[in-house]
């Protein structure tokens, strides 16, 4: 026995069901459940998504049977109707339409009024008692089966048309009447045998045999590979397609035959019904976008057919608990219903709806929650680009940092700073930014980037400021002394101005309007409910207190994340920081060469003796300034970073705060160029070669691997001893201001256990001697990050000396994948797009190989301290599929940006309701 | 009860024995182990090791009982003696030497003749009628015991010991009388008060307590604590102490009481025995290191004891099984024996002795084969400092490859060419090598860098030479302007002689004497013997022909790595690979241009139609200079890849040959410097600024996690087709001449399955045409490095797609642990001196972490392909525990450098032998 291949929708019943998705496609199974629950729809047959794998995997060949049974669906459909295809008394005109498991709009290809031929359009004429209209389909079935099916240009048959238009000295097609549609049919018809060397198929058997195989390839076409990648769908689940009675139709002229209607219109707040067939149209454009002008009044117009549609509609919704996106047709005074689907929406609309629906009483709260993608929430926190808007694409960068602006491009930061601060919109576009730019950074609108990837400094500066980056984007050649930047031939001179969008990257010419965003009331319901379900903590990242008070007010519980080192860019505080690295780098060159000396002197004979004895002393004569120099600088910057803590302590009242420790390779604060270099030097009093000569030594070839974490503050305690002692004097100060101060002291770039020993004995001593200095005590947690695999291989180790952990999955990814995030534009994209990589492994968790180092590490830390608190703080950029991994693997809480504090708390509520009943997560679909 | 501290060796017979090395020490236990063989050892005691840890537990205080034990001890000695110490009838003296569980040649302190004061000095006087002989022992007991015991600078004592001279107007010490030693003796115990404010003590008891404590506080001494760090040995060991009767000297004069001796000479090649008690003296320079003058006839001096003499020595060596490290003295024509412990050795000596031993039936070979340390057959195979020779080490820089030389410090590689030519010995000294450099790097003996790691340039360069190498010496300031470079103040200029010893990374001034490396029969007699044990292969990294064969003569069983990337350096193929890199930038960016436009023109509208056309025109006209550059450039980069091969597939001659396809990334090929870039672009056509563009373009922030490895294959698959090429054409080339030929290509980096797939599509692609135009096949496998985490984690995926995995530690230690080889030189150090890492975990394995990685990887693989070749080829440096670890995970083959072959075959041998007798690895303590 063959498969079955074909499931009938006829005489209101269906061989298939709503649940049937897999097999018949979100649409073909939602025409089957239609017909079961008894509301109008077309007769018609779904050929199942096997019929098409089977179909590639013979060789694009139907598989057996599957023509057969068409047929005999055809005929069923023909007795039902009373109509024949191919016949000419009263012709059965069929559309082949495409459908898969997920709705992929205007995807995939959909040919309408088959069983259209010189024979059936006479009988056309006849039923519709008019002959232009029936040319008129005609024409256009040819057409759009000669685009679609036999995948000709269809420029060549609108040329044609166009010189028909011409000769007549009409305008509109409307003009052009039923003799000129009647030879026009004859050169469409010339069109199809010069391209394609046959005979245009009127055999509407034959039709239907290609329009199915249309549908099939439609399938693997460019369009619809390029849709199922950017929305992570599965390249093996094949299309249904769905065969169905097309009906004539009433509004014969125009040959709108077909309605898309939402049931609610999110966007206007108000019901879409009370409006029917009126103006609110799907937004994703795939339906006719709208009606006839004169339909407006469509509810006077017709009313039985109004009160019948909003009945079905209502009936609809409250099956499926969703807002639908309905498809409809009205043949001779009847309605059909042709398509009912869950219907995609903006943000501001899926949490609108979802909300409004829990008030109706049409789904719960849990419900409401699992309704809306955490990713959408971006929309609602950032300007956003009018999707309506036509742009003009430039260049793709990485979207560094959400958003989007509009700004006049410039190319330093003095000028940035300038306009800004005169109130003209100004986007700064830099080969890369670093410290001395932050001021520029300040006043424009958005950054954009030549190189770097997601962790530059651009890209990291711009997020803290919640700011739209683009960066890294290799196509653009920046070219300083001409003030301008190209892109292949484009160039982009001072002044003209441009649009980022940092939520995808795109780099657009010209000014575009713009979404302001909207924090609505929906939305503060929608995150009391969130707050419900979610078992996972939420913290932010979080640097400065005015960080910290944007973070609160997302609803942040602590900060998981406070880059120490970001204070450093703020101000002339740079200064300060360059003057500790270049003397300290000369300190301890001196230091160890006085410890050689010394040994030297100690061993040596009779004869060298006072020679040695000459050194010691100039070496220790020489290593006066440096070190003064040095502890000088780390003495200033204690006061800052004191005074940064006491307010981010402040602003965080009684909620934890990790403070990192150094973090970065020192290189990345001294300046590289020239200028600012012999600047410093003379701030400093030190020679420029000696300066440049430092900056040299401090070079490194892999940074990321290199100097940096906690192995600056092994090499140079002094360093960790003076953020320990900021952090603590600062703590004891704001907790005798009756706020409760839990700080967490979270150690970088440990791999060994050692590591953090000998980080946690500096701080610990420092607390203690600032504790009974003071006579106050602070409680305060110390931990590490874990960040690199071997941390993760030997957390039962680390666990022993840690109190708490915090994984960082961006250098996690880094060193689990050998992959520099910065770098990996050059394949990564590539890699993506091919398929090597599912994702990018910096936006969704790689849950197979990083994933497996969480796994690790928790479990090996829980073995030895099952209660240790484990958080992450890498930008899961509230991606369902990586928070939804946290909470499956044990975590505590996770920590992002503040921008991303409402995504990922939706997201953490999601996991803990997909958890509960095991329904998946993050798609309304 | 307390525990038992104190181990009497008195009467002939001992509370100890041989096997209580732990708690008494190597000497402890030899001595005991002696006294109850019945040989003549002097009377004497051991106080514990674990009375050492007591005493640093307690804060520094004997442990309960100890020296109550120790007093009786004493006491059991006087009786059984008839000596008293500090009596003045028969006065007992006593040495108190320190002795830990290794040997720890003269990094601790020791004590003699303990019990001499102003009484027993007379007594000796009477005792040796020797009067002036009684106040020197005094007055040098006095010496060490102020130096030792007390701290004081034993300067001090000497300088007072001149001024005699000088005053008497005499040279020698030997010069000066009884009555001036004896006012000596008074300004000696002057310089202790004044120096430590107390009177010296005269009281043997206070004396032997204060010794104790000086042999405890040896064990931390920095000398003690810097030995065990280099010998990774354990500073919670403890130091045992052994007291014993110091007897009377009948060389009186020259106080020479003590003589070592090694049971065999191994430098000389014939028994030391023969000429006992001869000029052979320990090589450590512990024991004093030669016999005075007129003993050298000792033979026909004191026959008997000679005689006696020789029988105990032989007697030790066969209860050793090892050559014995012996030290006696001769009181009153009697022989004691005063320690005995296997002697340390010279590479050398030690295959030498190893093989002797197995002649004389002394030892099996399995014996034979432990007994020999891998890492000193490096002594073997290339030039080593003269041990004996005074070196002035100027700095210390990785020990980058093997060997020592010395030469003329030169600056630039045409100066060391020309010179080298000349045939005058030079060194090249660079910031950092280049392949420009290459010809330079061929002529001079040796190269000094003062940037980069163990695997940077100059490293990888030279250790395939087998040419000494000092990488990354970061205290050398290289002045190019000058023609000089700097360490601290001293200059180094053009011209000047240094030595290098790239085993242990000094930079040495001046010309020293180097040890030529012989290979000897007794060589290659063990290498059979070895061959008869192992059980894991061992093949060699090679990349040319020449490498190949010296692999094969060092008895490599095959390449197991085989750089395809190092033949692009070769002579002028860089200029190939340059114009390769440069146009494939711009060939690719047009390409994806390219193909955006013409995306662009098939979506475009009408009245764009035109514009997009002319735009795909443009853009394809632009792209063929840059492809017929590109493929012109792999084409004949083709031709030199298959006539390496052809000569690497002869070499290997039926062995296999690991050919890794290009690894690197592609900016380490192209120039950095002006001119050359210059020079580059007219030859290749291309206007400069467009050079530098590219070459800009190709930069990355950290090379080692960016575009390389198979990702470069992925992007460009048309290098790894042109390297498939090569590699199928050579194979079929050299079966045609008869020659078995089994490559095996190995795609690097591969992290993800999927990465695998798409190189191995190309690689069997490009087998099949080649197979199908010669009508011949090879077989062939295609595996992978697994050489970053992820890979390991999903070795399982992997090992769908592989036919052999083989680990390349170099970069899954690097990632693992997050730690750049090539940067790590300004933490490591710092790291493993102050144990923070146990070893520098390029040198050896870091089993704790990255092992853990291996054996993830080997488990998951197995588990899916349980016969599947895994290997490994970072360097492990022959260091046994890293070869034992790769026995025990289950490895089939570790693969080194040519010259490391030798020394991963023994360490082979032991991990098996050490597999089935369960005893340790590598040492001969």
Known sequence: MTKKYVYLFADGKAEGSGTMKDLLGGKGAGLAEMTNAGLPVPQGFTITTEACTAYYASGEKFPEGMWEEALAALSTIETSTGKKFGGTANPLLVSVRSGAKFSMPGMMDTVLNLGLNDETRKSLAQLTGNERFSYDAYRRFIQLFGKIVLGIDAEKFEHKFDEYKKKLGVKLDTEVGAESLATLIDDYKAIVKAETGEDFPTDPLKQLELSIRAVFASWNGRRARDYRR?????????????????????????????????????????????????EC?????????????????????????????????????????????LEFTIERGKLYMLQTRNAKRTGASAVRVAVEMVEEGVIDKATAVQRVEPAQLDQLLHPMIDPKADVNVLAVGL????????????????????????????????????????????EAQAILTSRGGMTSHAAVV???????????????????????????????????????????????IGKV?????????????????????????????????????????????????????HMFFEGDRIDSVRRMILSSTEYKSLEKQLEVARAEAEKASNDRKAASGIRVQDLEAKIKRPSELYHGALASLLELQREDFVGIFRAMNGFPVTIRTLDPPLHEFVPHDDKTL????????????????????????NPMLGHRGCRLGIVYPEITEMQARAIFEAAVKVKREGIVVKPEIMIPLVGNVNELKA????????????????KETVDYLLGTMIELPRAALTANRIAEVAEFFSFGTNDLTQTAMGLSRDDSGRFLPFYVENKIFPDDPFQTLDQEGVGQLLDIGVQKCRSVRADLKIGICGEIRGDPESVIFCHKVGLNYVSCSPYRVPIALLAAAQAALADKTGASVGTTA
Not at 474 to 483: I, L
Request: net charge negative; aromatic share 6%.
């Open 513 to 565: 309007p713009l979404i302001e965003p909207e924090i609505s009331g929906h939305f503060r319901t929608l995150m009391t409910w969130v707050d419900e379900f979610r078992k996972l903590g939420v913290r932010a990242n979080a640097d400065t207190p005015h960080d910290a008070t944007v973070a609160r007010g997302f609803g942040a519980e602590g900060i998981g994340l406070c880059r120490t080192e």
């Open 230 to 278: 950017v929305h992570k769908l599965d390249d093996s689940l094949g299309t249904a397609v769905n065969v169905s009675d097309d009906g004539l139709r009433q509004y014969g002229r125009g040959f709108r035959h077909r309605r898309g209607i939402h049931t609610r219109c999110g966007d206007r707040r108000e019901s879409a019904l009370r409006r029917i067939p009126a």
């Open 399 to 442: 979207p560094a940092s959400p958003g989007a602006a509009s700004g006049a491009a410039v190319f330093d930061p003095d000028t940035a700073e300038e306009l800004g601060k005169k109130g003209e919109k100004v986007i700064l576009v830099r080969t890369e930014t670093s410290p001395e730019d932050f001021h520029g950074m300040v």
């Open 281 to 325: 149209a799907g937004e994703d454009g795939s339906p006719e976008s709208a009606l006839p002008r004169r339909s407006r009044s469509s509810k006077e117009e017709m009313p039985a057919i109004y009160d019948e549609f909003v009945q079905v509609a209502d009936r609809l919704e409250r099956h499926y608990k969703d807002v639908q996106d």
């Open 462 to 508: 711009a997020r803290g400021m919640g700011k739209c980056c683009v960066a890294g984007c290799g196509d653009v050649v920046v070219d300083y002394a001409n003030q301008q930047f190209k892109v292949g031939e484009t160039v982009v001179r001072k002044g003209d101005w441009i649009t980022l969008d940092g939520s995808t990257g795109r780099v657009i």
């Open 759 to 774: 980080q946690a004995d500096v701080v610990r001593r420092v607390a203690g001697e600032v504790f009974d200095r003071e």
């Open 678 to 701: 012999e600047d410093l030097a003379a701030k400093i009093d030190m020679p420029v070669k000696e300066a440049k000569a430092r900056v040299e030594q401090l070079h490194e070839f």
